[in-house]
């Protein structure tokens, strides 16, 4: 399969647990992006990076939230002391070449948090 | 801030029927206009959109842009069961992907 892959599937944590996950981009795209979907509403973007360069962050990014594409590869998200507004769907996408062109969208993460 | 509006939320149509999904945008620095379909899972993508006028055609599924007015629609003929889903639009500007909310069609047999 070529297409882009999160792991894990679901996740439930208690509150003030640490969690991460991780994407695993198509393998030519050198962008990686990170998005969280909560019931009702569109992705909301949190954070890209163009190989192992994160470039952007969005302020839904609280300091609890760290990311990092080490080999410019694939990606981990990490969420420390998980609150539960952090519960929602956590989709990883990657595209070719910059941001105009099409992202493509792995099956994201469930993340609950109890 | 950049800004993506979709109407209606929500449609609920009869098999066959044509239906069209709106999505109006406001953005500091125009690169393209996408469209994703959404079941139960992670969006798909259908079009990207990145010149006025120009008709992008995929089986019962089209879309076309207007830059000066702001604005995009998707357009689904003959529509099928399986057509129900989320549509979701998505405007690139300045930053990666700025989503509407998306329009939730149900199609009934």
């Known amino acids: 399969d070529t297409g882009v892959s999160q792991d894990p599937r679901h996740k439930i944590t208690k509150r003030g647990q640490n969690v991460t996950f991780r994407c695993d981009p198509i393998s030519e795209h050198n962008r990686l992006y990170w998005y969280r979907q909560t019931l009702g509403q569109g992705p909301e973007f949190l954070t890209y990076f163009q190989n192992e360069a994160q470039l952007e962050k969005s302020r839904l990014l609280s ?12 990606s981990t998200l990490e969420i420390q002391r998980t609150e539960q507004g952090d519960s929602a769907m956590y989709l990883c996408a990657s595209s070719l070449w910059g941001t105009g062109s099409e992202q493509y969208f792995g099956p994201g993460t469930r993340l609950t948090v109890t | 801030e950049d800004k993506v509006v979709q109407s209606p939320l929500s449609l609920v149509v ?94 009934i047999a």
């Not at chain 2, 089986?59 to 629609?73: A, M, T, V, Y």
């Open chain 1, 63 to 74: 300091d609890r939230f760290s990311a990092e594409r080490p080999k410019g590869s694939f």
């Open chain 2, 14 to 107: 009869h098999e066959g029927d044509t239906v069209t999904l709106n999505c109006s945008y406001e953005v500091t620095n125009f690169r393209s206009l996408l469209w994703y379909k959404q079941e139960k899972k992670a969006p798909t993508f259908l079009f990207m959109l990145t010149s006025s006028g120009i008709e992008k055609k995929s089986g019962r599924l089209s879309s076309i842009l207007d830059k000066k007015e702001l604005f995009s629609i998707l357009n689904i003929t003959a529509t099928q069961t399986g057509d129900s889903a989320v549509y979701l639009c998505a405007n690139s500007g300045n930053t990666p992907l700025v989503f509407g909310k998306g329009t939730r069609l149900s199609v």
